[in-house]
Nanobody, 127 residues
Framework: QVQLVESGGGLVQVGDSLRLSCAAS????????MAWFRQAPGKEREFVGA????????DYADSVKGRFTISRDNAKNTVYLQMNSLKPEDTAVYYC????????????????????WGQGTQVTVSS
């Protein structure tokens, strides 16, 4: 069983920054890729960013490229999402997720490839 707990969300202004954290327990965190997804009201859950198990490969949604950075600290069993230059359209509940496969080569953006999810943290960007 894997438990993922997100934190760091909040209410910010346009152009501000936030760093989300996702603490993992219950499985060998260092061996699985991790990702962030988000879901805005009335919209489907969408991919935001992913990082490979070793941290050497990342991928981002076009909408966040150049503004968001995903990273991980395997010693702390934690993955981060640094969000800069926030926009109102970034408002959503942000979820972290753990890859269903260990030692995957590269990253995957498909939510069906992630079998453990956190409870989500709300990010609201006010204009």
């Amino acid at each position: 069983q894997v438990q993922l707990v997100e934190s760091g969300g909040g209410l910010v202004q346009v152009g501000d920054s936030l760093r989300l954290s996702c603490a993992a327990s219950g499985r060998t965190f260092s061996y699985v890729g991790m990702a962030w997804f988000r879901q805005a009201p009335g919209k489907e859950r969408e991919f935001v960013g992913a990082i490979s198990w070793g941290g050497d490969s990342t991928d981002y949604a076009d909408s966040v490229k150049g503004r968001f950075t995903i990273s991980r600290d395997n010693a702390k069993n934690t993955v981060y999402l640094q969000m800069n230059s926030l926009k109102p359209e970034d408002t959503a509940v942000y979820y972290c997720a753990a890859d269903r496969w260990q030692f995957r080569s590269g990253v995957t953006v498909e939510p069906t490839n992630y079998d453990y999810w956190g409870q989500g943290t709300q990010v609201t960007v006010s204009s």
